[in-house]
Nanobody, 124 residues
Framework: QVQLVESGGGSVQAGGSLRLSCTAS????????MGWFRQAPGKEREGVAS????????YYADSVKGRFTISQDLAKNTVYMQMNNLKPEDTAMYYC?????????????????WGQGTQVTVSS
C-alpha cells in the first residue's frame, strides 16, 4: 500500500502562483508514473500533469501547458507541481496519483493510489 500526502494548496488571485507537493511512502512501489489530477464541483476528475519517476518524462493537459511544471525529488520521494499564472478556471481540488498500471496518463482509472486532495482556489 502506497500512501500519498499532498500539501501546498491555498487561495490566490488570478496571475498568482502556488506549488503543490506530493510525498509517497514508497516511491518505487508507486510504479514508474505519478500524476496530478483535479476535480471541480460538478465536473469529472481530469488529468493535469504526469511524470515518469525513472526518466523524468512529462505530460501536460493542454489547458495548463506553459503555466504548470511537474518535477520530482527522488531523494525526498516527492513530486511537485509549480503552478504559475493561475486562472479562476484552475480552481479545483487537486489530487496526487500513483500506482499507474497503464493506458493513457490522463485517465484516472489507470492509477491505484490517491492522496486526500488539496484545495486550490483562484479568484478574479
Amino acid at each position: 500500500q502506497v500512501q500519498l500526502v499532498e500539501s501546498g494548496g491555498g487561495s490566490v488571485q488570478a496571475g498568482g502562483s502556488l506549488r503543490l507537493s506530493c510525498t509517497a511512502s514508497d516511491y518505487t512501489g508507486s510504479s514508474k508514473r505519478m500524476g496530478w489530477f483535479r476535480q471541480a464541483p460538478g465536473k469529472e476528475r481530469e488529468g493535469v500533469a504526469s511524470i515518469h519517476t525513472g526518466v523524468g518524462g512529462t505530460y501536460y493537459a493542454d489547458s495548463v501547458k506553459g503555466r504548470f511544471t511537474i518535477s520530482q525529488d527522488l531523494a525526498k520521494n516527492t513530486v511537485y507541481m509549480q503552478m504559475n499564472n493561475l486562472k479562476p478556471e484552475d480552481t479545483a481540488m487537486y489530487y496526487c496519483a500513483a500506482g499507474f498500471s497503464g493506458g493513457n496518463w490522463y485517465s484516472r482509472y489507470g492509477y491505484k493510489y490517491w492522496g486526500q486532495g488539496t484545495q486550490v482556489t483562484v479568484s478574479s
